[in-house]
């Protein structure tokens, strides 16, 4: 989906960050089976792995994030990994109201006054700098594995504090893994101005300065040694969202009632409460040399978004120490229910409205690949992914009529990224 900076960390690393660290233990079969370098055994001495990454991502929006994350392997095979990452984040967000025909004057949250064209989407600028602190211990038992983790995220209008736990049981001789887990996080919403009142006149507030939100996540999955070659997982989360949802600074636009011409702006107003749920199946295939990773991820929440996922990456491996994974991927999404594309003046008030992109219907396509280096006797890699996503949407949703039918209301979305990552082993 296309994100805001603030959204993008929130949906990557807060909505979803209980399942995220818990898919990890999820599928531990699948991701040694795929990885080029080979996981330490109890009896090995202990290792100190090392990631430095930086990744640039451009579309609106320009994010620049550097990460740096040490993992240390014991004898035991107990292992701990700690990360530092920081987000600088800058660029133009489509604020949710309607082109209008004419050149149209927009001002932002830190009150930048911008110009947008005619027939154009407006957008405010912003500008934002997050740090997160993340860290996890894994300490195997005989038959079980035991995880737990932690949290935390710093931006300026947002604050994020979380805990997972989780439990992998090896069965059938540890051709079959069971992985329980949980997660919870704390967070504290406190946009620039205060807290927006819900469909009242845009930059109505209520005077609170902040509020709070609570998300909630479980998980179960089932990993299975299919043949020698063959690991096949299948994952549940179901995870659900209490607090302030809504995004302060969305806008709806009021239009006439015959013309469909804006004449004025709202503020968007969704559910205090969000239950999701997603299923997904991982396939990892190890051919002589090659390995062919395939996924398949179904989602849907009770705000009536359902979406499907596709995945697959194809690692060719050129010699003992380079390697290149192209990647393809196809999403796509209904709208929300109270997905409007604006609102129509003297039409009785719905109890929620928004007419952001991220809610609405549309797909999108990611093309990429990753080219890895494995340069002396496999203690330490380089790799650098390059990546496309185009989405799309419907140019004239459902409801639109009078002057808003001349305009492209889903402009193509495109985005590009790179990820630079070097690895070594201590």
Not at 35 to 51: E, N, S
């Amino acid at each position: 989906m296309q994100l805001d900076p603030s959204e993008r960390s929130r949906a990557i690393r807060t909505k979803l960050r209980a399942a995220a660290c818990l898919l990890l233990a999820a599928t531990p079969r699948l991701v040694q089976a795929a990885d080029p370098t080979p996981t330490p055994t109890p009896a090995a001495p202990p290792t100190t792995q090392i990631d430095v990454t930086g990744l640039f991502y451009t579309e609106r929006i320009r994010v620049l994030e550097p990460t740096l994350r040490y993992t240390r392997i014991y004898s035991s095979g107990r292992s701990f990994f700690g990360q530092l990452s920081i987000d600088s984040v800058t660029g133009a967000s489509p604020s949710g109201a309607l082109p209008t025909g004419q050149i149209q004057t927009v001002t932002s949250a830190s009150g930048q006054r911008r110009s947008v064209s005619a027939t154009g989407i407006p957008t405010t600028q912003f500008g934002d700098t997050r740090f997160a602190l993340d860290a996890e211990v894994h300490q195997p038992a005989k038959m079980f594995a035991f995880t737990l983790g932690g949290h935390f995220s710093r931006e300026k209008d947002y604050q994020s504090a979380g805990v997972t736990g989780g439990v992998a049981i090896d069965l059938n001789r540890k051709l079959t893994t069971l992985t329980l887990g949980g997660g919870y996080n704390s967070d504290s919403v406190s946009p620039k101005g205060g807290i927006s009142v819900g469909l009242a006149p845009f930059g109505t507030l209520t005077g609170i300065s902040d509020s709070p939100k609570h998300v909630k996540t479980g998980l179960i999955g089932l990993s299975q040694v299919l043949t020698r070659r063959w690991l096949f997982g299948v994952t549940g989360t179901i995870g659900r969202e209490d607090g302030y949802l809504t995004d302060p600074y969305k806008a709806l636009s009021v239009v006439n009632a015959s013309t469909g011409v804006p004449i004025s702006q709202r503020n968007e107003s969704r559910p205090e409460t969000r239950e999701r749920k997603s299923v997904q199946a991982d396939s990892v295939y190890h051919l002589t040399s090659n390995v062919l990773y395939l996924s398949y991820r179904r989602y849907w929440d009770d705000w009536g978004v359902r979406s499907n996922t596709v995945d697959g990456k194809y690692r060719f491996m050129r010699s003992a120490s380079t390697f290149i994974e192209p990647h393809v991927r196809y999403y796509n999404q209904t709208a929300a229910d109270f997905y409007r594309f604006g609102l129509v003046q003297g039409a009785a008030l719905p109890k929620y409205a928004t007419s952001d992109y991220r809610m609405s219907a549309f797909q999108g396509v990611t093309l990429g690949a990753t080219v890895g280096f494995i340069p002396d006797g496999r203690t330490s890699e380089w790799t650098v992914r390059a990546e496309y996503l185009g989405q799309f949407g419907n140019s004239s949703p459902p409801g639109v009529f009078g002057a808003q039918t001349k305009f492209d209301l889903f402009p193509k979305v495109n985005v590009f990224s790179v990820v630079v990552s070097y690895r070594f082993n201590r």
